[in-house]
């Protein structure tokens, strides 16, 4: 069965600072990935999807960047983190289908 | 692009009571409609999805109804559980290649003891 993971679960950084988060799936290949955000007590705001390695398509323009180095892992960057980066960050995937499962979520707090 | 409007924002009942939420899409091409539910803190899980093909679905005490022509959908959950309270949000996807989801808003279900 397929499982998906994120890390950490938990980040404080404070603002101008850098940041990585990692998104791995498990039990398929050449999954579709997709990074989303959500504010406190918001919905759910798509920022990069990708269909394959290498390929990368954005939805919202902002300071954030995404990459999709291996086939089953995606990467949500930043150089310079701003305070309004603060929110929880969810990959999801969908393999074959429209269905989207997400993964558990990393919550990061930009001071 | 397709937009996915979801009312009501906040629904509280009774215990036992059923609950309706209702979601508008506005591309016909859409064909895939999930509904997720977020506990708080959680991710949104995946419980109950239709597609345009079918007309209703049922699954226990949640069934998921879709008029195309009207291009709405609807959760509908009955004999509701102080566990059931959660965000629920609806999504709709127009099946291509990228298989993007578009949600909505989300509604705030609280159910009363």
């Known amino acids: 069965s397929q499982t998906i993971h994120q890390w950490p679960a938990t980040l404080v950084q404070p603002v101008g600072s850098p940041l990585s988060l990692e998104c791995t799936v498990e039990?398929?290949?050449?999954?579709?990935l997709y990074w989303y955000r959500q504010a406190a007590g918001r919905g759910l705001q798509l920022l990069f999807y990708?269909?394959?390695?290498?390929?990368i398509s954005s939805e919202v323009p902002q300071n954030l960047s995404a990459s999709r180095p291996q086939d089953r892992q995606f990467i949500l960057s930043s150089k310079k983190l701003l305070l309004s980066d603060s929110s929880f960050y969810l990959c999801?995937?969908?393999?074959?289908?429209?269905?989207?499962?997400f993964g558990p979520g990393t919550r990061l707090t930009v001071l | 692009g397709e937009n996915v409007e979801q009312h009501p924002s906040t629904l509280s009942v009774q215990e036992g009571d059923s609950a309706v939420i209702k979601c508008t899409y506005s591309?016909?091409?859409?064909?895939?409609f999930p509904w997720y539910k977020q506990e708080l803190g959680k991710r949104p899980q995946l419980i109950i999805d239709?597609?345009?093909?079918?007309g209703e679905k049922k699954d226990q005490r949640i069934a998921v109804t879709l008029n195309k022509t009207a291009k709405h959908f609807s959760l509908h959950i009955t004999e509701t559980q102080p566990e059931d309270s959660a965000v629920y949000f609806c999504a709709a996807s127009n099946g291509d290649s990228s298989y993007k989801l578009i949600f909505g808003s989300g509604t705030r279900l609280l159910v009363r003891p």
């Open positions: 239709i597609r345009s093909n079918v």
């Open positions: 591309d016909s091409a859409s064909n895939y």
């Open positions: 999801a995937f969908s393999w074959g289908t429209d269905t989207q499962y």
């Open positions: 990708s269909v394959g390695i290498g390929q």
């Open positions: 039990g398929t290949s050449n999954p579709n």
